[in-house]
């Protein structure tokens, strides 16, 4: 197998990884290149979530009997694991959420329905960028549709970076709130954090980030960031699917209100009024993902375990490789920074004219799972001119001889498509 510097040792990791055996298509091997969508699992997570239903199932909080008091002491236990991973200076500001969507949407909501000097309204901005997710630019229009506030953005460079040359203009007085990506999903640009926070700062405006394809593949620390509010999800960091964390600073989610009411987000009811708990259980509403908790803590000691500077530095070598095979190929064009500095794992590219879609269904049909379409970052291809792209993504388990199979397959398509 093809050495490079700074690899984990793969044949170890992937022996942790069960699909990664899979065969599919006439018994080709599985090599999947889909990591940016979702991570598979290893068998440290998946034993965790197993012993968890069949030993110790129980809704948390309410009960005194063993199993409530486990399952209790497991859920928050996963809190601490998760406070830890991202350097929060209080357990009690990490709140579990379903995915980093309804982080984002928990936090619009919250600035929506805020008092001041928090609250989103006519007369304020709402800035967000070019190359969000989709789920980090729904939320903000559908409250400023909602507020009558003014949504604006930066847009991007031909090489598929922020354009912050007008950043002056874009976060003025009236900005009440920068939501950007720390890393793009499309098109793998790390963006330029401290220069965003020190202009939003500037004019007091609060900053979120959505950390969904950072905190899966690099050091994430919520206190360097200078941040108000962190949103990630666990399926994209071997953690099970139907469970994400939305960190807040405590002075704030002490001040702003919940965005769902139900059972163990009070304090008190009765008919005329209620008070609400202390975060983080203000935000979490009715039973909370539980088994999924208890699965993103397992996730987070087995990445723990191995280091997340070398998780990083072992992508770097393998984005540095993928990015020099793809350029070999006829016709492609890399869809964002076409060097591996400043970038994550994610490489997105076209080919000729043939549709990515076509793409995808070719590689698969030699084992070779990709991404294709907008990658709910449409705005990204409105902009550069193309219909879609083709998304081949790595993480800790990739291995070059995996990049050999994908430019291997892409020739293969050209040949397909003569």
């Not at 990884?17 to 997570?45: E, M, W």
């Not at 600035?111 to 989709?134: C, F, Q, S």
């Not at 076409?338 to 076509?358: Q, V």
């Not at 879609?388 to 397909?416: C, K, M, Q, W």
Request: net charge negative; glycine share 8%.
């Amino acid at each position: 197998m093809k050495t490079l510097p700074g690899l984990l040792d793969t044949d170890a990791i992937r022996k942790d990884f069960p699909i990664l055996d899979r065969v599919v298509h006439d018994g080709r091997k599985l090599v999947y290149l889909d990591n940016a969508a979702t991570s598979q699992k290893p068998r440290q997570v998946l034993d965790v979530l197993a012993e968890h239903y069949e030993r110790h199932n129980a809704n948390v909080h309410r009960g005194v009997h063993v199993l409530a008091e486990e399952a209790t002491a497991a859920y928050e236990g996963a809190r601490d694991k998760v406070a830890a991973f991202v350097n929060a200076p209080s357990r009690d500001e990490v709140i579990f959420t379903k995915n980093a969507s309804e982080s984002l949407n928990l936090v619009a909501n919250m600035l929506g329905w805020a008092d001041e000097p928090y609250r989103v309204d006519r007369d304020t901005e709402i800035v967000i960028t070019e190359m969000e997710h989709h789920s980090n630019i729904v939320p903000w229009q559908l409250l400023a549709q909602r507020t009558g506030a003014k949504l604006k953005w930066f847009g991007l460079t031909d090489d598929g970076r922020l354009d912050l040359s007008d950043i002056e203009q874009v976060i003025t007085e009236k900005t009440k709130v920068v939501s950007f990506v720390l890393v793009s999903n499309i098109l793998g640009t790390v963006n330029p954090v401290e220069a965003i926070v020190r202009r939003a700062q500037e004019v007091g405006a609060l900053v979120v980030v959505d950390a969904s394809q950072a905190a899966p593949h690099m050091p994430l620390d919520v206190q360097a960031l200078q941040a108000d509010f962190v949103a990630f999800t666990g399926h994209k960091m071997c953690g099970p699917d139907g469970i994400g964390v939305l960190w807040g600073r405590q002075e704030l989610l002490e001040d702003l209100p919940p965005f769902l009411g139900g059972g163990e987000m009070i304090e008190t009811v009765s008919m005329h009024s209620s008070t609400y708990a202390p975060a983080p259980h203000k935000f979490e509403a009715g039973t909370p993902p539980i088994a999924q908790a208890v699965g993103l803590g397992a996730a987070v000691d087995y990445l723990t375990s191995i280091g997340m500077e070398n998780i990083a530095r072992h992508e770097h070598a393998i984005t540095e490789y993928a990015i020099a095979r793809l350029k070999e190929v006829p016709d492609l064009r890399i869809i964002g920074p076409a060097t591996a500095e400043e970038r994550g794992a994610a490489i997105s590219f076209t080919l000729g004219d043939i549709h990515p879609h076509d793409v995808g269904q070719v590689l698969d049909e030699q084992g070779i799972a990709v991404r294709v379409g907008h990658h709910c970052a449409r705005p990204v291809c409105l902009r550069y001119g193309i219909p879609a792209t083709t998304r081949a993504s790595f993480y800790l388990y990739s291995t070059p001889a995996e990049v050999d199979a994908l430019i291997a397959g892409l020739e293969h398509v050209r040949n397909f498509f003569g």
